[in-house]
């Protein structure tokens, strides 16, 4: 039994994927999550911009922990992320390309305008980046190297989302967790 | 002396870059524009959605033109990949961090709510992808790897603007642009 609290935020977390922060209205959250119209501001005193971080940041939680359950399954991280491409190529077909990524598409639409939000999306940013960065540190390459080549991964994991939605096609995505495979072999092997 | 016509599309492109599309109202973009209320419907009978469609193709153009100058002036594509990179870094400095591609901003909110809109991304990241897999093929880059790798370096830019607006630091950005340089060096010399 789901409390209403992550109805809620499973609700927001949908509309946040399929059209973005300011395309969402909380009347929209309260009808999708079935939940009484003031009940957003019981959990939320901060109304939307609240809302919206509790969704980013467990959003961004969930998917660290995807992406270490799948480093743990693969026998290396090179694997790992091609296999985290194809995965989230995978999710993308099967939900007819809606965002698979809340904080990707919440992130543009917050960074000058918004800074609670902004900073919601570093946190998670930078969980990301420890989480991979870590990975890659641990098999051999250097901190500050395994630091850059974390941030251009997430670089490609988010822009790869924006492109293999806009042409309704994961060819490119796929491709891209190839490349960025290669780039982490090569890494190792230097 | 601009014409109001091109007030219109420059205003409305500053105002998606900061707040994207839906966070964007059709009376901020006459205030900005200095333009009286009606002539965004002389203009654009299509409204906000005919406006954005022409501020999108128009902003692709303008990058691809910059990306096809910059290649012009590099002895090379992995060099002028690289310099696309820093000189867009210097950019988002110069700005504040506000979004310097529209485009990019907007795709992700309209691809799953506005198909006019997806459908004029898609023709902008094909005119990328044109030029860019272009000048890898006169590089000696087979057309399919070429494809394949313009792709990635489009999501990688697209992501990477993400992240420096996220993070209000370009290191990332500008260490990604190194990787991409790498990328297409190795792409080359195989």
Redesign the interface.
Known sequence: MTSTRERIVAATGELFR??????TSLKQVTEHAGAPTGSIYHFFPGGKEELAAAVLRESGLAYQQLFEMIADESGDIATAMGAFFTGAADALEETD???ICPI??V???V???HESL?VA??DV?NGWANSIGGRLQAAGIAESDAE??A??I??????????A????STD??R??G??VQ??VE?AIST
Chains 1, 2 share one sequence.
């Open positions: 399929s059209q973005g922060f300011n395309g390309f809606i965002d990707g598409n992130a543009r639409e960074a000058s305008t902004r999306t570093v940013f850059e080549l941030n251009t997430i670089s490609a994991i988010e822009g790869g989302f924006m492109l939605r806009a042409h309704r490119g995505l491709a891209t190839a490349h290669s780039l090569a």
